[in-house]
């Protein structure tokens, strides 16, 4: 299929939430409908047709409270990739937080960051999805976080104020959280596995026990996206089962230098959010 032969870039609502989900489980990622939700509402959501009326590409804008934006949600059906519409979708969501005034964003896989790299788009840091398998949780009943605590916390180590999705994550159904004195870690239901993170804390030895804490109080299938100079935390999963399933890279447009206080995050959000 040509691009031209897909309708025009158009803003999602409420009512393509079942259509979006269905791109991204075809893909065999793990967000769920709250994601979804959550970049419809809070933010700016885009997608392609086809002639049929059928949602064949999507990418979603989502503004922070700071310096940058973040682009994530860049799918496009099987059938119809490799026809540009994903270049063009991510140029509408730049476009987007431009207009805002916020730097655009995004988490890349090796495949992806070649092409972000065309579109201006620069390194700053790289980090690992680890995936594993925890036994029953020994510990079922987790701490409590205020949510505004949480975004506090959370907007120092990411340089952006995420209050929406800070409370969001911690208003959702089988949320864990774990609160610490100058930091915290959650665990959130995804569509494949549970999704743990974000981590902050004072520093490694901090952020592992908070991880200690929160891995028991959850079982099954677990991912938690750690930046790749956490040696320790890395070798902690390890000896846990863990193993790497991909690596990323965190992108910005002209930007190589980090936002906020990188040696406080120890897990970002997941890559759609950061």
Not at 36 to 44: K, L, P
Not at 68 to 86: C, H
Not at 182 to 206: K, S, W, Y
Request: glycine share 12%; net charge neutral; hydrophobic share 50%.
């Amino acid at each position: 299929m040509a691009a031209s032969e897909a309708g025009p870039i158009a803003p999602l609502a409420g009512a393509d939430l079942d259509a979006c989900m269905a791109l991204s489980a075809e893909a065999g990622w793990n967000q769920t409908a709250d994601d979804w939700r959550h970049f419809i509402r809070a933010g700016r959501t885009f997608g392609n047709r086809a002639q049929d009326g059928r949602l064949v590409a999507t990418a979603a804008a989502l503004p922070y409270d700071g310096p940058f934006g973040f682009i994530s949600m860049v799918l496009v059906t099987a059938d119809w990739r490799r026809q540009g519409l994903a270049t063009r979708l991510v140029d509408r969501c730049v476009e987007e937080l431009q207009a805002q005034r916020l730097v655009p964003v995004l988490d890349a896989t090796a495949a992806g960051a070649e092409v972000y790299r065309r579109q201006g788009f620069v390194g700053q840091f790289g980090f690992d999805r680890w995936q594993g398998a925890l036994p029953p949780a020994a510990s079922p009943v987790a701490g409590t976080l205020a949510a505004d605590r949480a975004a506090a916390l959370d907007a120092e180590a990411v340089g952006a104020g995420r209050t929406r999705l800070m409370a969001d994550f911690l208003s959702r159904p089988g949320t864990v959280a774990m609160a610490h004195e100058n930091g915290f870690a959650l665990a959130r239901a995804g569509r494949r596995a549970i999704q743990a993170g974000p981590v902050v804390a004072d520093g490694e030895t901090a952020a592992l026990g908070l991880l200690d804490r929160l891995f028991s109080a959850l079982s099954g299938l677990v991912f938690i996206d750690v930046p790749s100079v956490w040696r320790r935390i890395g070798a902690w999963l390890g000896e846990r089962g863990f193993e790497i399933q991909r690596s990323f890279t965190r992108m910005a447009l002209g930007r190589a230098e980090p936002f906020g206080r990188p040696a406080r995050q120890f897990a970002v959000a997941g890559p759609e959010f950061g």
